[in-house]
Nanobody, 124 residues
Framework: VQLQASGGGTVQAGDSLKLSCAASGRAVNSYSMGWFRQAPGKEREFVAV????????YYADSVKGRFTISRSSAQTTVYLQMNSLKPEDTAVYYCAAPSRSNIYTISESTYKYWGQGTLVTVSS
């Protein structure tokens, strides 16, 4: 599984931004997909996850109600719509896929495949 994240940039507080993660590889549409982020000087943390079918999602409390994870009809692209952005959302955002298909989890250690990261900077 190969992952390519894009869509980061610099925005002001209150703005919106949409990240994309293009997935390729064998049976990639049978994998759940997650978004994680790492702020400067902090450990990487879970943001959101979506099941392989797109019918189940789960969010970190810090982004619930502001961020929406979704995936394309072909299930090969995953999006993270980020609204009402705050300076504390500033981080490198990574998309990731777990080690096996049909695993739905927020546990970072279960994720084996990672995109290269895309930087989101939110100014106040």
């Amino acid at each position: 599984v190969q992952l390519q994240a894009s869509g980061g940039g610099t925005v002001q507080a209150g703005d919106s931004l949409k990240l994309s993660c293009a997935a390729s590889g064998r049976a990639v549409n049978s994998y759940s997909m997650g978004w994680f982020r790492q702020a400067p000087g902090k450990e990487r943390e879970f943001v959101a996850v979506i099941s392989f079918s797109g019918t189940s999602t789960y969010y970190a409390d810090s982004v619930k109600g502001r961020f929406t994870i979704s995936r394309s009809s072909a299930q090969t692209t995953v999006y993270l719509q980020m609204n009402s952005l705050k300076p504390e959302d500033t981080a490198v955002y990574y998309c990731a896929a777990p080690s096996r298909s049909n695993i739905y989890t927020i546990s970072e250690s279960t994720y084996k495949y990672w995109g290269q990261g895309t930087l989101v900077t939110v100014s106040s």
